[in-house]
C-alpha cells in the first residue's frame, strides 16, 4: 500500500464512523499569533475544543499538513540525522467535539492498526497516564492487551495541556517495536528508551478536565478526542522499512537527487545525511511558499529562508553548484498534487521563488564558506572550541548565513558558536544602519519599503497591456499603519503588495491607478492609489471593504479601465506638448514633470 493509499484509507476509515472529512488548513495558523506554523492536527479546531466555534459537526477526521521548525517544536537539527525527523510532515486524526469519548477512540484505533492495517498486536505497545485506570481498563479488559505491555507514564509524557491553564488531559501513546534490530542493544531498552526500537505511532489524548492557575483539574461538561498519527511514520511501517525515507513518500525525491548529483544513497552516509535533509526540506520549502510564506529576515520567513539555504548547502556537499532545490520541488509538486491540487495552482510561483533564493545565496556561499573554514583551522591550531561572535555575524550579514546554518557546518568539528556577541554584532548594526538611514537624504521613503526590497519583496510590473483585464498573483506583504503584518479584516485601511501587478504605481508625474483586489472567502480591497516608493516596489493604497486578505493569499487584480485610458491619453498629450515646445523653443527645454491624471 503506498503512502497515498493509506493516506485515503485512514479518511475513509473514519468517514465511515460518521466523522465529516475537513480538508487540511494553512500552515499559517488563522488567527492563532501564539505558533509559528500549524504543528499538529487540532490547531484547527482550537476554538472548538475550547467552545467558541460550533462547525455545525462534532466529528472530524484530517489529514493535517505541519511543519516543526522553529520556536517550542524544532526538530531541524535532527533532520537528515535520523530515520524518522522532518521539518514538514502530515498527521492523521480524528476528532471529537462533546460526542464519543475513550472507548470508541481506543477501540476505533485499536481496529484500524489490527484489522485494517493488519499490524500485529503482539508487537503494539501501549501507554498510559500514571493515573487513568479507564485507559487501562479499555485497553486491557476491551482490546485483550496483556498487562504487561501497557505501560503507566507521568505527566511529561502522557498528559498533555493546551496551555498552563485550560483544556488538558491525559493521553494514550501506541507504540510499535520495530525488533531488537534497530534498538541500542541494552538489556534496559524499553518503551522508554530514546532508541528506535519502539516507534510511537498513534497519540490518542482524552481532553477532560479544564486546569485554573492552581492547578486544579475541573472534570469538563463535554469532553473532547484529539488524536495525532504521523503518515510518513505509519508508512514505513505499513512497508516494512525501519526509516520513513525509504518509504515511497521519499524514494521518488531520493532518485531525483541521486540523478541529479550523480551519488548514490546508502554508499556513503555522510552523502547519505545530505540526500535526507534536501528530500525533507524541500517538501517543506514546497507547502511553505505554497501557503504564502516568502522568505525573509524575520518570523516565518526567517525559518523558511533557514530551511532553503541549509538544503542549498547540503546540494553543495554532493557537488550541486548550482540552484537545484526548485527542481526538487516540482518532483514533490508532481507527487503530492492528488492530494493538495493547489500545489499545481502554485507551482510556477514556488519554482520562481524557490530558485530566486537559490540563486541569492549560492552568489555569497562559497566566500562565506572559505572564511568559515580559515577561522575554523585558526581555533583548532590555538585550541579553542567557539567561533567568535563577530564572524558569526560577518557570516550573517555579509554572506547571509543564519546561526544554525554555521552552528550545522561546524558540529562536525565539535565547536559551538559565541552568540552572546553575536547578539552584541547584530545590536550594533541595527543601530548604525538607523543612524545612516537618517542621514542618508532618504527620509521621504519608509524605512518599511527599504525592509521589504532588502529581504527580496519586489514587485514586477505586468505592463500597460493587462489593464481592464482580471489578473492572476499573490500576496507578499501587507502594510497596516506602515507596520509590516501578517492579514488584515475588513474596514481596514491598508496597502496590499503583490509579485506582479497590472496597477501603474505613480511616477514621473503620471498618478496612480484604481481599481480592485479581490481573494478568496470574500476579500474585497478598493485600490484608491498605486505608488511606487522604490524603484522595484509598488503599493497599492486603499481599504478592504469585506473579508479577509492574508500575506500569500491568491488574488485577482483589475485596474479601472476607464480612468486609465484618460491618464494615458493625457500622458500622451504632455509629452506632445513637450515635443512641440522643443521644436519651437529650442532643445534646451527640459519636462522636470507634470502632474498627469483622468482629468488633466
Known sequence: MTGSEIRENFLRFFEGKGHVRVASSSLVPKDDPTLLFTNAGMVQFKNSFLGLEDRGYHRAVTSQKCVRAGGKHNDLENVG?????????????????????????????????????????????????????????????????????????????????????????????ILYDQGEGTGCGKPSCNVECECDRHLEIWNLVFTQFDRDASGKLTPLPKPNIDTGMGLERLTAVIQGVTSNYDSDLFTGIIRFIEKISGRTYKQDEEDDISIRVIADHSRAVTFLIGDGVLPGNEGRGYVLRRILRRAARHGKLLGLNRPFLHEVAAVVIDQMKGAYPDLIERASFIRKVV?????????????????????VAVLKEAGGHVIPGDIVFKLYDTFGFPTDLTADI???DSLSLDMDGFEKAMSAQREKARESWKGSGQEAVSEVYHRLSVEGIVTEFAGYDAAGKTFKSQVTALLKKGQAVEEIGAGDEAEVIVAKTPFYGETGGQVGDTGVIAGDEGALFEVADTRRPLENVITHIGKLKSGRLRKGDLVSLKVDDEPRRA??????????????LKTVLGEHIKQSGSLVNAER
Open 81 to 173: 540525522v535520523t530515520a524518522r525527523h522532518h521539518t514538514f510532515f502530515e498527521m492523521l486524526g480524528n476528532f471529537s467535539f462533546g460526542d464519543y469519548f475513550k472507548k470508541e477512540t481506543i477501540a476505533w484505533a485499536w481496529e484500524y492498526l489490527t484489522g485494517v492495517m493488519g499490524l500485529p498486536k503482539e508487537k503494539l505497545w501501549i501507554t498510559i497516564y500514571q493515573d487513568d485506570d479507564e485507559a487501562f481498563r479499555i485497553w486491557h479488559d476491551g482490546m485483550g492487551i496483556p498487562a504487561e505491555r501497557i505501560v503507566r507514564m507521568g505527566e511529561k509524557n502522557n498528559f498533555w495541556m493546551m496551555g498552563e491553564t485550560g483544556p488538558c488531559g491525559p493521553c494514550s501513546e
Open 355 to 375: 530558485e530566486s533564493e537559490e540563486e541569492r545565496f549560492i552568489e555569497t556561499l562559497d566566500a562565506g564558506l572559505r572564511i568559515l573554514q580559515e577561522e
Open 410 to 412: 561546524v558540529r562536525k
Open 567 to 580: 491618464t494615458e491619453a493625457n500622458h500622451s498629450a504632455t509629452h506632445i506638448l513637450q515635443a512641440a
